[in-house]
């Protein structure tokens, strides 16, 4: 079955670094785009950015844009969100989840990793 | 970029009851581009809308969407004790290339 799992959430520092991993398994990976999609505690869901199956097209967020970066290893089933110069607003949960067809919409979501910004 | 305005921001309503939620888009949308998600408690999302308004896989027929141009609406024709949960509209466009998400529709058991 298809699985999503992240990794790599923690507590760091304002300014410090940050990088998340998603293990996907039960699919196809080099053949789906994914999405990285972050939830604050106790508040709704905001888009972080998105990467195509082969990695040639990448879309953020204004609000990370210029500090996070997304990437994918199809060899080892893998996508990244590397987070820079990290802001207590960025303290949320971050799901990975797989886009639905050529779509931009979500079919699979991980179960989330999460990441606290604070001194 | 296209914000979009979820109404109400709490629903309570029965068992039984009709459920009319509202995401409103401060430009006009694609219906191809947009969908409806079910959240609960410690759980991710969960598609049950896309298009505006097709069914995901599996999702029963009491869940249905409408709407186009800035107004869409997902309607539960007669909600069971499972339905109550958070309940967020997305949508995506190309010009540019952007995805959000409204702010949820929290349904709650009245």
């Known amino acids: 079955q298809v699985q999503l799992v992240e990794s790599g959430g923690g507590v760091v520092q304002p300014g410090r670094s940050l990088r998340l991993s998603c293990a996907a398994s039960g699919f196809s990976f080099s053949s789906f785009g994914i999405h990285w999609v972050r939830q604050a505690p106790g508040k709704g869901l905001e888009w972080v950015a998105v990467?195509?199956?082969?990695?040639?097209?990448?879309y953020y967020a204004d609000s990370v844009k210029g500090r996070f970066t997304i990437s994918r290893d199809n060899s080892r089933n893998t996508l990244y969100l590397q987070m820079n110069s990290l802001r207590p607003e960025d303290t949320a949960v971050y799901y990975c989840a797989r886009l639905y067809g050529g779509t931009w919409f979500v079919d699979y979501w991980g179960q989330g990793t999460l990441v606290t910004v604070s001194s | 970029e296209i914000v979009l305005t979820q109404s109400p921001g709490t629903l309570s309503l029965s068992p039984g009851e009709r459920a009319t939620l509202s995401c409103r888009a401060s430009?006009?949308?694609?219906?191809?581009?947009l969908a409806w998600y079910q959240q609960k408690p410690g759980q991710a999302p969960k598609l049950l809308i896309y298009g505006a308004s097709n069914r995901a896989t599996g999702i029963p027929d009491r869940f249905s969407g409408s709407g186009s141009g800035t107004d869409f609406t997902l309607t539960i024709s007669r909600l069971e004790p499972d339905d109550f949960a958070v309940y967020y509209c997305q949508q995506y466009g190309s010009s540019p290339p952007m995805c959000s998400f409204g702010q949820g529709t929290k349904l709650e058991i009245k």
């Open positions: 430009q006009s949308v694609t219906s191809d581009y």
């Open positions: 990467i195509s199956n082969d990695s040639k097209n990448k």
